[in-house]
């Protein structure tokens, strides 16, 4: 299924997609008025707690950045028809990478080196965990979404023994690495802003919420303006005519995939570097899986997984408020309105399609058809 | 030599245990796939019936009530997922992808709302849960050397739902391969549009299956909570779901190797919990994580063509329209 090539752009990509978004909602309510609190109140409370309260705005750009990086590894894959569920793990195995690299430079070299180098390793493993099923895709023919699938779980497996076994703390009971050295990691912006004389209430917001903004723009240009975003895309397109117009399918499932992994790696720059300060278990904390709301809500393109990526970014910082303000519905809320996002904004999508069409076709068929 | 068998009947007897679930499970991923729909859901599926199953069995009193209020919520899920899928033409994996969060959101959120105990379902009594049968005659055969031991222990002493499992498993095979309906199933999953000419209706063949499917995540469910367990706990079906969903690919889509893949991977499980602490002579301490990554580590080397070759249903994951 597409988007119907019947009503215009600005029904199809604007309104309908809007309209899912508010049906998903309308549910949500139902439910929350079924447990017996007003979901009108509901909504209050988050979006006080998202944006109005001091600090909120700063927790929602934090959650902001995650769901960026998630979004944008599940929309490359996308854009190749790959579906890639395994950002949960990529972005666990990217904690891996940060977490090697500090361990074991921190000691050594200047704190901003060591972070530079944190950084690469977060993309390095990420990567690796998203070339090997994009390899398993391209050259064995398993299943894409089944072996990222399996690839999550073996992570998480990995993780606890490396976490629980290997590289604990010595004498910690919790299953966490050392603190990294002081000055290793990226400043948070209230640090940032104090420094500058600003005034900025604390948030866990940090840099890596400009890496977010710079690397969707480089998205948006390697998707859009270059020969390799073109091969993904027909290769999204069509497999058939990619292969007869001379791209190298196997090596591009490859690439994509390990540019996808590498973009769900970034997450743990973003928890480990800017909030963290060590490497913790279950640090990805689904986001992984979020990140694909994101992408079908941002419909692949980066400006829409901004948008999409503020939206659950406002959705889990104002469901923790929830927990505070209501006795009956908790965070979890957010996991149920997540998934009826999945539900109608991804699988769905084109339900509204027919109804559209016949409507739009009744108003303005005859001006089409002339 | 007395100790290591009495360690190998407890082994078998916690394998059994645990790959009830992941039978039920794995069941239902074939009869759903096989007609061409791909079931991410199972997992969603087998924890909103758990839920449901402990809720209905606390309110009645009655664990039979509770099985079916699994089964009833079980087949919703596959519904929505038809009406996705089937109706919308939606994509399959997106949409069992929601009705996995979707049921880790709503058991929870449901649960702090009906019962206020931090998403858990309150313990159930024995008289509210399927409780173990012991077989006649254990007695008069408890003298067998070998055989008592493991008829006592490994075959009898199991809630009725396990029995049940194994019965599933012949009722899918059966059905799958000796039935008409099996037939235009599997033909379903192959070439829909074959089936469609032959003046079968395609829709209302995977809306079919799917509700199987949802029947037997159902009673996968209620066994977690109304019999294995005694309530419901959040995220109890904590990815047996994926696991049934790599048993049901190693099996290759067939009901009786993928009842083996369940039983091995019910095994390595009951192995990991066994050894851990243990030191092996050779090996030193094995891992529990590494028992734990087994399974998937080895569906994805099955799935790599490394060890056999695994090939799904020719349409599956593909909606059927019939303008093409």
Redesign the interface.
């Known amino acids: 299924?597409s988007d119907s090539n019947i009503i215009p752009k600005w029904l199809s990509v604007g309104v309908i997609p809007l309209f899912n978004l508010f049906l998903a909602f309308c549910v949500s309510g139902l439910?929350i008025f079924l447990?017996?609190e007003n979901p009108f109140k509901a909504i209050s409370v988050m979006i006080k707690g998202s944006f109005y309260y001091p600090g909120a705005i700063g927790y929602t750009l934090y959650y902001t950045t995650n769901f960026i990086f998630t979004g944008l590894a599940v929309a490359l894959a996308f854009h190749a028809r790959l579906?890639n569920?395994g950002g949960e793990g990529q972005a666990y195995l990217g904690g891996l990478g940060v977490g090697l690299m500090c361990l074991i430079f921190d000691q050594y070299i200047a704190g901003f080196l060591v972070t530079i180098l944190a950084i690469l390793g977060s993309v390095i493993f990420g990567a690796v965990w998203g070339i090997i099923p994009g390899y398993?895709q391209a050259k064995?023919?398993?299943?894409i979404?089944?072996?990222t699938?399996?690839?999550n779980?073996?992570a998480a497996?990995?993780m606890?023994?490396l976490l629980v076994?290997v590289i604990i703390e010595p004498g910690q009971m919790s299953p966490e690495t050392r603190d990294f050295a002081t000055g290793v990691g990226l400043v948070q912006i209230h640090m940032l802003a104090k420094y500058l004389g600003l005034n900025v209430a604390m948030s866990p917001l940090n840099l890596s919420f400009g890496i977010a903004l710079i690397v969707s723009i480089g998205f948006w240009f390697l998707v859009w303006r270059t020969k390799f975003g073109y091969e993904v895309r027909s290769l999204g397109h069509s497999e058939t005519s990619a292969v007869y117009s001379g791209i190298k399918v196997s090596s591009t499932i490859i690439i994509v995939m390990a540019i996808s992994g590498g973009l769900a790696g970034l997450v743990a720059v973003n928890e480990l570097l800017g909030v963290h300060n060590k490497l913790l278990l279950g640090f990805t904390a689904g986001y992984g899986?979020t990140g694909?709301a994101v992408a079908?809500m941002g419909r692949n393109h980066p400006f829409g997984i901004f948008l999409a990526s503020l939206l659950f970014g406002a959705l889990y910082q104002g469901g923790t408020e929830l927990d505070f303000e209501f006795?009956?519905?908790?965070r979890?809320?957010?996991?149920?309105?997540?998934?009826?996002i999945?539900?109608f904004s991804?699988?769905?999508?084109?339900?509204l399609n027919p109804l559209v069409e016949k409507i739009y076709l009744k108003y303005y068929g005859n001006f089409n058809n002339a | 030599m007395l100790e290591s068998l009495q360690l190998i009947i407890s082994l078998l007897d916690s394998t059994i245990r645990i790959a009830t679930p992941l039978i039920f499970c794995a069941m239902a991923g074939i009869f759903s796939e096989r007609s061409g729909i791909i079931d991410i859901g199972l997992e969603g599926k087998m924890l909103l019936s758990a839920f449901v199953a402990a809720t209905a069995t606390f309110l009645t009193g009655s664990p039979i009530l509770g099985l079916f209020a699994a089964i009833l919520a079980s087949c919703s899920a596959s519904l929505i997922h038809g009406f996705a899928c089937i109706t919308n033409k939606g994509d399959q994996v997106i949409s069992g992808l929601a009705i996995n969060i979707l049921a880790s959101g709503l058991t929870i959120t449901l649960g702090i709302a009906l019962f206020s105990r931090g998403g858990q379902t309150p313990p159930l009594g024995s008289e509210q849960r399927f409780m173990p049968i012991e077989f006649p005659f254990l007695d008069q055969i408890s003298f067998i050397p070998v055989f008592g031991d493991l008829f006592a222990e490994v075959i009898s002493g199991h809630n009725v739902l396990v029995y049940v499992s194994i019965l599933a498993v012949f009722f899918t095979y059966y059905v799958i391969f000796k039935t008409r309906f099996g037939l235009r199933l599997r033909a379903v999953g192959e070439k829909p549009e074959a089936v469609d000419t032959a003046g079968i209706s395609v829709i209302k063949m995977r809306y079919q299956s799917i509700l199987i499917a949802g029947m037997l995540c159902g009673l996968a469910g209620a066994y977690l909570s109304i019999a294995h367990g005694a309530g419901f706990g959040r995220e109890m079906s904590a990815g047996k779901g994926y696991i049934a969903l790599a048993a049901m690919i190693f099996g290759k889509w067939n009901p009786i190797p993928t009842l083996f893949a369940c039983l091995l991977f019910g095994f390595l499980e009951a192995l990991g919990v066994r050894l851990e602490g243990v030191e092996l002579l050779w090996i030193g301490e094995v891992p529990v994580q590494i028992m734990q990554a087994l399974p998937y580590v080895l569906t994805v080397v099955l799935l790599a063509g490394f060890i056999g070759k695994a090939r799904a249903p020719g349409a599956i994951g593909v909606p059927y329209s019939k303008e093409g």
């Open positions: 299924m439910f447990i017996g579906f569920i398993l064995r023919g398993s299943h979404v089944i072996t699938i399996m690839f779980f073996i497996a990995l606890v023994y076994n899986f694909i079908l006795s009956s519905i908790t979890e809320m957010v996991l149920l309105i997540q998934g009826l999945i539900l991804g699988a769905l999508a084109y339900m």
